[in-house]
């Protein structure tokens, strides 16, 4: 369920691709410097959204540095973070500790577990740090894996599991005047998120017999049908996403959001097609 919250580079301006990718890797840094090497190798993109997201709304103070690292080592870089890169980071662990223990429980696979148990010292530690944040991982996780194991044919209780997990951690204050809001976006995407996902491995998950929520529905796949339920449910997060008073980087979300989170869906897309026209 990770790697969709993608910026579409070639829409960007150096200045936008230069400030996306200062993000990128101060939410690196931040988890190797919070949770050592193995909290970095949990870095992905769809955390850092969520910090362009919150940084835009509540304007922190930022940190900078210019610097280089392993994937951009010709020459030194700007680096930004703030407050909500840290929380960023600890969700990126809570996260991808529960993904682990999901495609080992799919899977079966060693290495995941393995990555799980490495991971799970960092996750209690983050836990006791977000008690709001982490009821709510605990119960989606815990829901999703019972409807699972009954084999649940209704897409919608999954799909609405994932959402209210991603719009409490997109509420990062519930007291705050803007958490709701926040919710409704974070909702939304997380449910786009779900099906996406769920779109994506259809054909993976149906040869390997595996569960899928859109099993149970008629033609479902990469088609123009599920493309048509896609885009309703980004339409939804949009919505949300726009009544935000957002300036700062609002080029670069709506780019993500526009644009960015459609490029494996059509690649998926352009694969089938080449397959079909064989």
């Known amino acids: 369920m990770f790697g969709f919250i993608i910026p579409y580079l070639q829409g960007l301006n150096e200045q936008e691709r230069e400030r996306y990718r200062g993000c990128y890797c101060g939410l690196c840094k931040t988890l190797s410097r919070r949770h050592s090497w193995i909290g970095k190798m949990t870095l992905n993109y769809d955390m850092t959204f969520l910090v362009l997201l919150l940084s835009s709304l509540y304007e922190p103070k930022e940190s900078s540095s210019y610097e280089r690292c392993g994937i951009y080592p010709r020459k030194k870089h700007r680096i930004w973070s703030n407050k909500f ?9 809570a996260l991808s500790y529960y993904k ?3 495609d080992w429980q799919d899977e079966h696979r060693l290495l995941k577990l393995g990555y799980a148990k490495m991971l799970k010292p960092h996750y209690r530690e983050i836990m006791l740090q977000y008690p709001r944040q982490y009821a709510s991982i605990e119960k989606c996780f815990a829901d999703l894996g019972e409807l699972e194991k009954s084999g649940c044919s209704l897409p919608d209780a999954t799909t609405n599991f994932f959402g209210l997990l991603m719009g409490s951690l997109f509420a990062y204050d519930k007291g705050d005047h803007w958490a709701e809001p ?44 599920t493309y048509e339920l896609l885009t309703m449910l980004i339409g939804d997060c949009t919505l949300e996403f726009e009544k935000l008073p957002l300036v700062q980087d609002i080029a670069i979300m709506r780019n993500v959001l526009y644009s960015g989170i459609w490029q494996k869906y059509q690649l998926a897309a352009q694969k089938i097609a080449k397959r079909g026209g064989k």
């Not at 890169?85 to 662990?93: G, Q």
């Not at 996406?196 to 149970?216: I, V």
């Open 100 to 102: 682990c223990l999901d």
């Open 182 to 225: 926040l919710a409704r976006t974070g909702a939304a995407l997380g449910k786009f998120i779900y099906v996406m996902d769920a779109c994506l491995d259809m054909e993976s998950d149906t040869k390997h017999g595996r569960y899928n929520p859109l099993l149970a529905c008629a033609n479902a796949g990469v088609n123009s049908e």
């Open 85 to 93: 890169t840290d929380y960023a980071a600890d969700m990126t662990i």
